[in-house]
Nanobody, 124 residues
Framework: VQLQASGGGLVQAGGSMRLSCAAS?????????MGWFRQAPGKEREFVAG????????YYADSVKDRSTISRDNAKNTVYLGMNSLKPEDTAVYYC?????????????????WGQGTQVTVSS
């Protein structure tokens, strides 16, 4: 399975974005949970949001939960991350990731597949 993230770019503070993560490969059916992480300059990678593909259960980091929406389109093997009211501190490389277990995990080490990342820059 390969993950391809897209949709990043330069956004003004207060604006919104929508990232996409497209998965390919015939073993994708075994992927139960998809997640988004981000890594800001000089900081460790952190969890942003996750979704269970089977029932659509979602979970978010506290820093984004009131202004983010993660969703999936299983027919397209794609997961989306929408975020509004963007702040300069949201500037980061955003990565999509996948894990085979069905538990809703925020732990980076539990995700075995990673996309290449897409840069999001929020200007003040």
């Amino acid at each position: 399975v390969q993950l391809q993230a897209s949709g990043g770019g330069l956004v003004q503070a207060g604006g919104s974005m929508r990232l996409s993560c497209a998965a390919s490969g015939n073993t994708f059916i075994s992927i139960y949970v998809m997640g988004w992480f981000r890594q800001a300059p000089g900081k460790e990678r952190e969890f942003v949001a996750g979704i269970r593909r089977s029932d659509g259960s979602t979970y978010y980091a506290d820093s984004v939960k009131d202004r983010s929406t993660i969703s999936r389109d299983n027919a397209k093997n794609t997961v989306y991350l929408g975020m509004n009211s963007l702040k300069p501190e949201d500037t980061a490389v955003y990565y999509c990731a996948a894990r085979y277990g069905s538990g809703l995990s925020t732990e980076e080490r539990e995700y075995v597949l990673w996309g290449q990342g897409t840069q999001v820059t929020v200007s003040s």
